[in-house]
């Protein structure tokens, strides 16, 4: 069975503060893809980043980070200089093989305040 | 990607009552699926639609309940049968894009039943 752990249920930062969110997965396929989403008060889902298993290499875009590390079965994500505009609800969500669902995680909720 | 519309965006229902919720997508897809998220949770998957044939309910989700359709490769609906306040929620569609590598998100319904 697929899992997806965010251990973290609320962060709360100062704007201009470095965030990591924590994402741990769990499944027996060798073939996965992960995935961030941010939901802000709105309730609309916006797609961040996709990994699959075979790319541990770490992305950055801009302000934000992921650190993918199948030892541990992570894949966590670091926004930098933290923005008001980044407070949401961001989830972590596991693919398995030629699945065709999304195992969700249950979201960490950031507040970035001035 | 992959642009996703639905109606309504958000609605206040009596208990008992049934609401009809619509998803566009505008390109054809062979899947589309209906989550849930309840107040302050994560997504869970209510079902996967294919066109064609009936639809695939998971675990703890009933045809009865939650009746979908899905007439042709672009849209697709899910009603919301004999409501009762516990049916509050945001309810969302979703369609991998043409390559299968991304899941993509309505902008969801938010239901609130009275």
Known sequence: AQKVTQAQTEISVVEKEDVTLDCVYETRDTTYYLFWYKQPPSGELVFLIRRNSFDEQNEISGRYSWNFQKSTSSFNFTITASQVVDSAVYFCALRTGTASKLTFGTGTRLQVTL | ?114
């Open chain 2, 1 to 114: 990607s992959a642009v996703i519309s639905q109606k309504p965006s958000r609605d206040i229902c009596q208990r008992g009552t049934s609401l009809t919720i619509q998803c566009q997508v505008d390109s054809q897809v062979t899947m589309m699926f209906w989550y849930r998220q309840q107040p302050g949770q994560s997504l869970t998957l209510i079902a996967t639609a294919n066109q064609g044939s009936e639809a695939t309910y998971e675990s703890g989700f009933v045809i009865d309940k939650f009746p979908i359709s899905r007439p042709n490769l672009t849209f697709s609906t899910l009603t919301v049968s004999n409501m009762s306040p516990e049916d509050s929620s945001i309810y969302l569609c979703s369609v991998w894009d043409r390559g299968g590598d991304t899941q993509y998100f309505g902008p969801g319904t938010r239901l609130t039943v009275l």
